[in-house]
């Protein structure tokens, strides 16, 4: 026999007992297929108010499914209702919630779980609430969703609400009030969220000037992507029927 084939036998055990001291690679792992969850933005909510958190998944290969969905809520926040929304369809299957109001657990209602198509975006929100004594002018981390063995951090910031804040009435914070003013229609809706698909929250009137906070990347409406976070903690508006005052920089 070739020395290069040779191999001591003590060698050999200790080769196949370290791999089945291996542990298995994940069902969602990207080696093979794995989900892929992030935040695209992180929604300013004031204290008191109820707003829209969104997930994103991406499956690279069709998953197996998973059996549940699990959302703890991010400091100072609570879940107000008992269930959420895939691709903006609310979910037909009831969700459990905590005594503390902090933690959802979802099921599928069939034995082959939530499934995420290949290489297709699925949008899955919740609506948080932050507490009315939450600190304003910060973001509020520690929430976190899950999907079978995958999960992604997750966090909601608060604008400042006082005399110098967005919604005061006091003098401007040191880099001046960002406003936008509606135009192009008589009454533009509101949304929860940067798209249509999204609830209705407000009504505001054409001409009106109002408080935003900073805009991203949503729905396109009118050949334009853009959409405002309203300061008053109302959700988002089409940046397609609203005109910026002076320059709104992006979401952090």
């Not at 899950?146 to 967005?166: F, M, N, Q, S």
């Amino acid at each position: 026999m070739p020395a290069s084939r040779c191999v001591p036998a003590a060698l050999v055990v200790a080769a196949v007992t370290a791999s089945c001291l291996m542990p298995g690679v994940p069902a969602f792992a990207d080696s093979q297929g794995g989900l892929r969850l992030s935040q695209p933005y992180v929604p300013s909510i004031a204290p008191g108010r109820s707003g829209a958190v969104e997930i994103l998944a991406v499956a690279s290969a069709e998953s197996p499914g998973a059996g549940s969905i699990r959302i703890t809520a991010p400091e100072h926040t609570t879940f107000p209702e008992a269930g959420f929304r895939w691709n903006g369809q609310r979910g037909s299957m009831p969700c459990d919630r905590s005594a503390d109001a902090r933690r959802l657990v979802c099921g599928a209602g069939t034995r082959a779980g939530f499934v995420f198509p290949e290489d297709e975006q699925v949008r899955m929100a919740v609506t948080v609430r932050v507490d009315a004594d939450a600190p304003e002018g910060t973001t509020l981390g520690g929430g976190e969703w899950a999907a079978g063995r995958d999960a992604t951090l997750y966090a909601v910031a608060t604008p400042v609400t006082g005399p110098k804040g967005e919604r005061g009435e006091g003098k401007d914070g040191p880099k001046g009030k960002l406003q936008a003013r509606v135009v192009g229609t008589d009454r533009l809706n509101v949304r929860s969220g940067p798209g249509t698909r999204y609830g209705k929250t407000a009504v505001v009137k054409g001409g009106a000037v109002v408080g935003v906070l900073c805009k991203v990347n949503g729905e396109t409406v009118g050949g334009n992507a853009v959409w405002y976070e309203l300061a008053d903690g109302r959700g988002w508006i089409a940046a397609r029927y609203a005109e910026n005052v002076n320059k709104v920089p992006y979401c952090a």
